[in-house]
């Protein structure tokens, strides 16, 4: 069995571009080793990092001998806006990637819209219900995910859990509805916590000067109430992958490998 360790591991590459072709050939490869599991749980992120690894995956030449009918892709937080509107995580997930795959429609699992007919919370209740239709029996009511990719906002959110804003502190549910969040859209729904930290692996996707002083504070070990990114940690693995931008602040002896 490989040696289980959740430390912190920061991987830099030399700027955007190149940093989404690493962490996309990283995923694929992620998928190809797990071709003959029953089931991989894949949890994306919005942002402009989170869609540009999936544009750099449309594009790797690996993705064509890949399958993915047993792939179940899913969303740690999702805008709740009309189904088509451009701000939806799932549609700029599915303009980039997914609608390319040759996937069952049923393993691709997203958030109710607010054009759909129900209010918030019970898109939220509705998604947590989801998640607990896959959970392994005896554990949490929600599947352990090989892969949660998380975007770095500059005040460190990650999801749609804010500093110092109740969701963050959350352990009693697995999908809570936003409101009056700090950055547009307003209302969202958000994985919590538990839900993130149960991932065997957690990728947190970072670029640009305006980052360096979030992942600085999330490396130094700042309480994850205000600093929501240094409390997200896999249980086998936590790699922030990383710009030269970005890592600006990361002390050299933090810095794992540059490519």
């Not at 030449?61 to 701000?87: K, Q, T």
């Not at 949490?140 to 804003?165: E, K, Q, R, T, Y």
């Not at 309480?223 to 600006?248: I, L």
Request: with cysteine.
């Amino acid at each position: 069995m490989a040696e289980i360790t959740n430390e912190k591991r920061v991987l830099i590459s030399p700027d955007r571009t190149a940093l989404a072709d690493y962490v996309a050939d990283r995923f694929l490869r992620r998928i190809e080793k797990q071709v003959d599991e029953p089931a991989v749980h894949v949890s994306l992120t919005g942002g402009t990092m989170g869609v540009a690894v999936l544009a750099a995956a449309a594009t790797n030449p690996r993705l064509a001998g890949l399958r993915w009918d047993n792939v179940h892709f899913w969303w740690s937080d999702e805008r709740f806006v009309p189904r088509h509107d451009d701000e939806r995580n799932e549609k700029q997930a599915r303009e980039a990637l997914l609608d390319q795959l040759h996937i069952p429609a049923g393993n691709i699992h997203s958030v109710a819209a607010s054009d759909e007919g129900i209010g918030l919370d019970e898109a939220a209740r509705v998604y947590a219900d989801e998640l607990a239709r896959f959970a392994q029996p005896g554990g949490p009511a929600w599947p352990s995910f090989d892969m949660c990719f998380l975007g770095v906002g500059p005040d460190a959110h990650i999801a749609s859990l804010f500093p110092d804003h109740p969701e963050i502190r959350d352990t009693e549910h697995a999908v809570l509805p936003v409101r009056n969040s700090p950055k547009p859209p307003p209302e969202r729904v958000t994985f919590t916590r538990p839900v993130i930290n149960g991932s065997q692996r957690v990728w947190l996707v970072m670029s640009g000067p305006d980052k360096a002083a979030a992942l600085g504070l999330a490396l130094a070990g700042a309480n994850y109430t205000s600093v929501p990114a240094g409390g997200a940690k896999g249980r086998r693995r936590t790699v922030f992958f990383v710009d030269r931008e970005a890592a600006e602040q990361v002390p050299p002896e933090l810095i794992d490998q540059e490519y």
